[in-house]
């Protein structure tokens, strides 16, 4: 051993510079939070709980297409139409299994209608597996609950297309430089 690493050891230097790190930090404010008395709002595009979306009128948007079933990665949608009067698709059932769910947002993308959300709505936690089956009922309820009035409307002009005409994005949203990729090539 060294002299200097033998002073080192008998003066515990090592454990002298780790006591100043925690006496310093001793004093720093906290980053985490004391959860459920502390609660920060869900960002904009938060995919949460899903709802279906209604009309102005108040009637289910969904139309019984299937696409978002189609898309969905976790085939967790099951959807159940009949005809109705004039041939008209009537969906009858319209089902998510949440606990399937990887919250990808694919169900939201593929929908052509705008019907099918994801809130931002994330304190659902429940110990029987059932409550995790939303049926078109529950999945209506969720519409009425997270998306009354202009916040619904605003929905999916926001956050969904990005490719429609009032889409201007978030600042913090992390994007690739267009400047510089065109750059590159
Ligand atoms: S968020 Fe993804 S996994 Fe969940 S229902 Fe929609 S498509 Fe399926
Ligand atoms: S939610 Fe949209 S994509 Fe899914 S069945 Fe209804 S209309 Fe079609």
């Not at 059932?130 to 956050?159: I, V």
């Not at 889409?167 to 590159?184: C, H, I, N, P, Y």
Request: glycine share 8%.
């Amino acid at each position: 051993m060294t002299s200097g690493k033998f002073l080192r050891t008998v003066f515990f230097v090592e454990i002298l510079k780790g006591l100043g790190v925690t006496f310093r930090t001793l004093f720093t404010p906290p980053v985490t939070r004391r959860y459920p008395k502390v609660k920060v709002p869900a960002k904009p595009g938060f995919r949460g709980l899903h709802a279906l979306a209604k009309n102005a009128d108040g009637k289910l948007k969904c139309v019984g297409c299937g696409l978002c079933g189609a898309y969905c990665p976790s085939k967790c949608i099951y959807i159940y139409t009949s005809e109705g009067e004039d041939h008209a698709k009537v969906v009858d059932r319209y089902e998510i299994d949440v606990l399937r769910c990887i919250f990808c947002g694919f169900c939201v993308e593929a929908c052509p209608f705008g019907a099918i959300t994801l809130s931002e709505h994330y304190e659902y936690s429940n110990s029987s597996r059932q409550y995790f089956y939303m049926t078109k009922d529950k999945l209506l309820e969720n519409w009425d609950k997270y998306f009354a009035g202009p916040k619904g409307e605003r929905y999916f002009r926001d956050f969904w297309q990005p490719k429609s005409g009032n889409f201007t994005g978030r600042e913090d949203q992390a994007m690739f430089s267009r400047v510089k990729l065109k750059e590159k090539k």
